[in-house]
């Protein structure tokens, strides 16, 4: 009965833990595709313009980064990437900028940090033009930001048992080293 028991709470942790965190991969991409779908574009050639490209890619360094410092947050074996060595770390990974690691320390949760720099460009891209986005993709932006589930997910995630019971670690690290890697 107790191993029972005990099986039937993990597995209903792990599913939570699961669902919250593809809820949050699932926000993350919304926001890609819709930066994706209305940054200006080239009306010769069609393809990004400079201003809008480089958009892009602080868009998606910001997700990258928002992951990293959120995952750090709630789980003990990514913790360190939060302390001064892992951000410099971070820095020579490409993954932050040496200002960016002076907002991340004046900041109690570095990744709502990163949300507000996400949401910052955003309004900024929109307002300059390198967003190109129309009533109807503004809506579909806010509405995007307003459904994370980073909330609910931070609890969620707190090991309740050890993670060496949980999860396999090697597997974990190797994914969030690859992401640079690309």
Sequence with gaps: FVISFFLSQAYSVWRNVYSSARR?????????????????????????????EETLRTVARYVRLF??????????????????????????????TADEKDGLLASAQMHNAVLEWLSNLFDTSVGDGRLGVR????????????????????????????????SSPGACRSRTYSWFRS
């Design 135 to 166: 009533s109807r993709g503004c809506r579909a932006l806010r509405r995007s930001r307003c459904r994370w589930r980073c909330r609910t997910s931070s609890s969620s995630c707190a090991p309740r048992t050890p993670l060496s019971q949980t």
């Design 67 to 96: 992951n990293i410092l959120f995952y750090a947050s709630v789980t003990t074996q990514f913790a360190p990437l939060q302390s001064p060595q892992g951000l410099d770390a971070l820095i020579d990974l490409g993954a932050l």
């Design 24 to 52: 949050v991969q699932g926000r993350l991409n919304d926001l890609g595709l819709l930066c994706a779908a209305f940054a200006t574009r080239d009306a010769a050639t069609g393809s990004y313009t400079s201003e809008a």
